[in-house]
DNA sequence: TTGAAAGCGCTAACAG
DNA sequence: CTGTTAGCGCTTTCAA
């Protein structure tokens, strides 16, 4: 790879003139023609600066990481969509890394900077890392964003739209004339999972229904967890007609396990689900879903990183746009008896 | 962060031997007692090695990067944990890049390592990237090794058994009594889908079947494209009992079509797939499949590339361990009229 | 308007 | 057994 001494010898500059030129310094006056004898040499040799040595020189990478415990996911791949965009406009580079290997004791994260691999982290936690797991990890520190979720006491992060969201899943069951409607929501101790069961308990209360504890399980995300959930509401003596999912996923299995236990979705029990993604479309029948903006999520994520790197105080943010849409397809219906 | 001068000056001695005994050089000579002293004061000081000065030093980053046309797919996710291993084996770092940047004039990978981003990738190509633009992508670089797929002329990658994962499909039909058998595959110049048809018609020649080219679609392996093959094979004269389905989300949106046209599965047409993942459990009916080893397609590849950076030469190489696994559910079953 | 030179943190060849 | 030092490619201050 060429580099700028090569360049400046067939220039017939020096060095510094180059890098200037190179970097559109705004203190460049240099001649014009110098500029463009500069340009044209560095396009012919095709060059392109090293890495490791502007970085080691500035002491940034210019590189971001983006921490997710779940990569495989298409809602994840909005994510990512939606910070590479954000970084691109920056001229940053974004690194993807799992969260596997981020636990309390870990140091993954302070590793990553302090080798100087990335400047900041855009972080995605795990359901089952406690917040106080989350702080000694990321005390205060300015290099981080957390996306989805956040932390009490620490600034810096962008969740969505939980509560609407939730409320516009159960708001549609409602309007469907369901009265009886469970939630299969995440685990205890989750922010998320605060936040989409009050947008839930939200809409019930508007609508003047009774919200009754039995009707909400806290089992999790995964499919599993909301096969185990749906088994346990068939349970009961007072059966829901409809079903909110706090997750696509789980309404897969929810799916699952209805049809395994004989209860035919939409006619006995209506689901609806949060967060869209294509196998939504080919389940059977086909999940209604709630959409949630998580491209927006990535960006701003992002943004802020960038921003707070650039020493700006860091924001708590709620993507509110685009709003959560609702995607009508067959899970859900009237309830039989309205 | 501490530096190596910095943990020289509290050892008391110079920065050379630190260098040394922290990265273990084989000429170490150091009297244990510094050694110790050294190895002491860098864990206090929770020394991490500067990224860039080394990569500057060495013209070496450490780093691959993994390049895919989609990450959000359980499969990526194995092929990515298996490259993350053999990754950490060799003390290299793995990046994740989106492949929608590589098309046949783009300059990306060149940059990557033009920057001394990485030091080579692992690249997992687009279906719809011809053999030439490939190759003029990646030319005979030795910094390059493809996964899944391979081009003529080029050494370098880590493929699949495809054939005999196809064939395993196919013979489960056979073995249930099918004699009418389709085949959903990839698009025409794909190898891999080659390469899967090969061991299709494999199968059915071994049990003396004939192979019919109207049962055989290659239109790909969306689960669109999979739609459409399902409507087109239905309207044909003589329907097929049994349908082998090239790819697991295209057997999903198979699933579908045949719903949609109340044509039913098992008992009226069998549906197996290629490759295993979570939501083949919960598609209705259950999906049967044959499960890959992708994970052994990431270990092999990012050791093949660690090897070709040290000069070794470039291998074509096939993973046949773990064998291909019938991953037996529902959505198999004996020919009505059988 | 341009050039010389220092120095970012590290490794390794060489000298003691 | 340990220290000195050059230099990787780049940016930037200062001088010309």
């Known amino acids: 790879m060429a580099k700028l001494t090569e360049i400046a010898r067939q220039a017939g500059v020096s060095v510094s003139v180059v890098s200037r030129v190179l970097n559109g310094d705004p203190t460049v006056r240099a001649r014009e023609e110098t500029r463009q004898r500069v340009l044209q ?11 490791a040595g502007r970085a080691l020189r500035l002491a940034r990478s210019k590189a971001l990481a983006l921490i997710t415990p779940n990569v495989s996911s298409p809602l ?16 940053y580079t974004v690194l993807i890394g799992l969260a596997d290997t981020i636990t309390a004791g870990s140091d993954t ?19 089952d890392l406690s917040d106080q797991a989350l702080e000694s990890l ?10 989805t979720s956040r932390t009490p006491g620490r600034r810096g992060s962008v969740v969505l739209d939980d509560v609407t969201g939730a409320k516009l899943a159960t708001e549609h069951l409602i309007a469907l004339g369901h009265k009886r409607i469970a939630l299969i929501g995440g685990v ?21 229904l009774r919200r009754r504890e039995s009707l909400v399980c806290r089992l999790g995300y995964t499919p599993e967890a909301a096969e185990r ?27 699952t ?3 395994r236990a004989g209860v035919d979705v939409p006619s006995e029990i209506s689901v609806v689900a949060y967060h869209d993604e294509w196998v939504a479309e080919h389940t059977w029948p086909a999940l209604t879903t709630v959409k949630m903006p998580y491209y927006q999520v990535g960006l701003q994520a992002v943004r802020s990183l960038i921003d707070q790197l650039g020493g700006k105080p860091a924001q708590d943010l709620v993507v509110r746009e685009p709003k959560p849409e609702l995607v009508l397809r067959s899970s859900t219906a009237p309830p039989k008896t309205a």
Chains 1, 2 share one sequence.
């Open 257 to 259: 396990a209805l049809r």
């Open 76 to 91: 994840f791949a909005d994510l990512l969509a939606g910070a590479t965009q954000a970084a691109e406009e920056a001229d």
């Open 229 to 255: 959930a749906i088994e346990s509401l068939l349970g009961t003596g007072a059966r829901p007609t409809g079903v909110v999912v706090a997750n696509v996923n789980g309404a897969i299995g929810a799916l």
């Open 41 to 51: 040499v560095a396009k012919e040799l095709n060059y392109t600066a090293n890495y």
């Open 138 to 147: 990321v005390a205060n520190d300015a290099r981080v964003v957390l996306v």
């Open 109 to 127: 994260l302070r590793r990553l900077v302090g080798e100087g691999r990335v400047d900041g982290f855009v972080l995605q936690r795990h359901d």
């Open 188 to 208: 205890p101790h989750s922010d998320i999972a605060r936040r989409r069961e009050h947008g839930y308990a939200l809409a019930l209360h508007e609508a003047g």
